[in-house]
């Protein structure tokens, strides 16, 4: 069974730009999660989407945001992009159904705002 | 490769020994936590979980302790490898809501 992939692996971007991240989940998996991980702040959450719905939400800004499609792909969006912005993006995967909490993750998506 | 390691405590285990790595979690409620393994260039991998319910949990070559008194959890790793050199972090979760990790402890094992 293919693992958790994210698309692009990098990505170099300026200030006041956006940038749309992407994360396939693992085939049967409904729910996505999304990180972000810098040295300073350690991993924080995002979001978590669930059936192409936001099911939980983190303390970000509303320059961060996501969706999900029907196949469970999902995409982050960051607006306005701040220095502070770089970091690594993870997203995870996981059944999502009660008793089901195991998160698979993928590689990450590393962001640098120049 | 990956920054993930920097400013974390940081345990250095001889090569064959046992590994105890602790955790503090913040939520009392939380009934559901989890160890996390992350190597340099790659995402956290899932060791070991244990709900709230239990307070001892063995895998392979890995023990959970959770004494919820405290609010504290740790990972025992038996025989210590080379590979097991990596950050840990643990996890906590309420229900299904949002989880909350560990800063994270960097595990050097010596050759």
């Known amino acids: 069974k293919a693992g958790v992939t994210q698309t692009p692996r990098y990505l170099i971007k300026t200030r006041g730009q956006q940038v749309t991240l992407s994360c396939s989940p693992i085939?049967?998996?409904?729910?996505v999660s999304w990180y972000q991980q810098t040295p300073g702040q350690g991993l924080q959450f995002l979001f978590e989407?669930?059936?192409?719905?936001?099911?939980n939400k983190g303390n970000f800004p509303g320059r961060f945001s996501g969706r999900q499609f029907s196949n469970s792909r999902s995409e982050m969006n960051v607006s306005t992009l701040e220095l502070g912005d770089s970091a690594l993006y993870l997203c995870?995967?996981?059944?999502?159904?009660?008793?089901?909490?195991?998160?698979?993750f993928g590689p990450g998506t590393r962001l640098t705002v120049t | 490769g990956e920054s993930v390691g920097l400013h974390l405590p940081t345990l250095s285990v001889q090569e064959g020994d046992n590994s105890i790595i602790n955790c503090a979690y913040s939520?009392?409620?939380?009934?559901?936590f989890i160890w996390y393994k992350q190597e340099s260039g790659k995402g956290p991998q899932f060791i070991i979980d244990?709900?709230?319910?239990?307070d001892k949990r063995q895998g392979q070559r890995v023990t959970v302790l959770l004494n919820k008194t405290v609010k504290h959890l740790s990972l025992q790793i038996a025989a210590t490898q080379p590979g097991d050199s990596a950050v840990y972090f643990c996890?906590?979760?309420?229900?299904?809501?949002?989880?909350?990790f560990g800063t994270g402890t960097k595990l050097q094992v010596i050759p």
């Open positions: 995870a995967s996981s059944l999502g159904s009660a008793g089901s909490y195991e998160q698979y």
């Open positions: 939520n009392s409620a939380s009934d559901y």
């Open positions: 989407y669930f059936s192409e719905t936001q099911r």
């Open positions: 996890a906590e979760t309420l229900g299904y809501q949002k989880v909350t």
């Open positions: 244990i709900r709230s319910n239990m």
């Open positions: 085939s049967g998996h409904r729910s």
